[in-house]
T-cell receptor, first 111, second 112 residues
Framework: SQQGEEDPQALSIQEGENATMNCSYK?????LQWYRQNSGRGLVHLIL?????REKHSGRLRVTLDTSKKSSSLLITASRAADTASYFC???????????FGAGTQVVVTP | NAGVTQTPKFRVLKTGQSMTLLCAQD?????MYWYRQDPGMGLRLIHY???????AKGEVPDGYNVSRLKKQNFLLGLESAAPSQTSVYFC???????????FGPGTRLLVL
C-alpha cells in the first residue's frame, strides 16, 4: 500500500508561476524524498529531507516537512516549460524500512 | 559513466512465456531495487538486494524472481508471464540504505 499521497493529482500553470504540491503520509518516517519523472523516462532525485529537518532548498526548489502533520510540500518557483513532468514523493518509514512512493502529481507548464 | 542501464527497453510476451530483465550499474552501489510502475499506482517495490549474492522480497514479489551474482548486475525474471505483469519496470541503485536512488530508463513490458 502507498505510504505517501500527493495532492493535487494534476496541476496546470503558466511559465513564470509557482507550482506547489503536497505529500501526506501515514506512519513516522526517517526521511522523505522528492523525485521527478519526465514522460517515458526514469525517475530523477530532487531533494531528500530528513525527519529532523523542516525546510530545504535546491535552486528553484523548496521542500518543507511538518512531521506533526505528517506532510511535506514541494514548491517550484518561476516555473519553466522544462519543469513539465510528474513529481513523486517517497518516504522511508521506520516500520517498513524501504522507500514507498506516492502516485505522483502531474505538472504541466505552458509557455 | 552510464549510471543505471536496463535491457531491453521494450518487450512483448505471450502469456506463459518467460524472460529476464537485466539491470546494470557502474557506480559501485551496494543496494539495488526492482520496481514496477502502473497507472495511478506510483512505484511498487518487487525485490531488492543489499549486496552481491543477497536478495529479498519487496511489496509485490509474487511471479518474479531475482538474482545478484555480480555486484553491478541485478536480474529480474518472469518464469511464466501473465497479463497482470504488463507494466513498466524500473531498476534503481543506491549507495546507502534509505538514501538517494538512481533510476534506469525503464523497460516497457506488454503481456498478451
Amino acid at each position: 500500500s502507498q505510504q505517501g499521497e500527493e495532492d493535487p493529482q494534476a496541476l496546470s500553470i503558466q511559465e513564470g508561476e509557482n507550482a506547489t504540491m503536497n505529500c501526506s503520509y501515514k506512519t513516522s518516517i526517517n526521511n522523505l524524498q522528492w523525485y521527478r519523472q519526465n514522460s517515458g523516462r526514469g525517475l530523477v532525485h530532487l531533494i531528500l529531507i530528513r525527519s529532523n529537518e523542516r525546510e530545504k532548498h535546491s535552486g528553484r526548489l523548496r521542500v518543507t516537512l511538518d512531521t506533526s502533520k505528517k506532510s511535506s510540500s514541494l514548491l517550484i518557483t518561476a516555473s519553466r516549460a522544462a519543469d513539465t513532468a510528474s513529481y513523486f514523493c517517497a518516504t522511508l518509514s521506520d516500520s517498513w524500512g524501504k522507500l514507498q512512493f506516492g502516485a505522483g502529481t502531474q505538472v504541466v507548464v505552458t509557455p | 559513466n552510464a549510471g543505471v542501464t536496463q535491457t531491453p527497453k521494450f518487450r512483448v510476451l505471450k502469456t506463459g512465456q518467460s524472460m529476464t530483465l537485466l539491470c546494470a550499474q557502474d557506480m559501485n552501489h551496494e543496494y539495488m531495487y526492482w520496481y514496477r510502475q502502473d497507472p495511478g499506482m506510483g512505484l511498487r517495490l518487487i525485490h531488492y538486494s543489499v549486496g552481491e549474492g543477497t536478495t529479498a522480497k519487496g511489496e509485490v514479489p509474487d511471479g518474479y524472481n531475482v538474482s545478484r551474482l555480480k555486484k553491478q548486475n541485478f536480474l529480474l525474471g518472469l518464469e511464466s508471464a501473465a497479463p497482470s505483469q504488463t507494466s513498466v519496470y524500473f531498476c534503481a541503485s543506491s549507495y546507502d540504505y534509505g538514501g538517494t536512488q538512481y533510476f534506469g530508463p525503464g523497460t516497457r513490458l506488454l503481456v498478451l
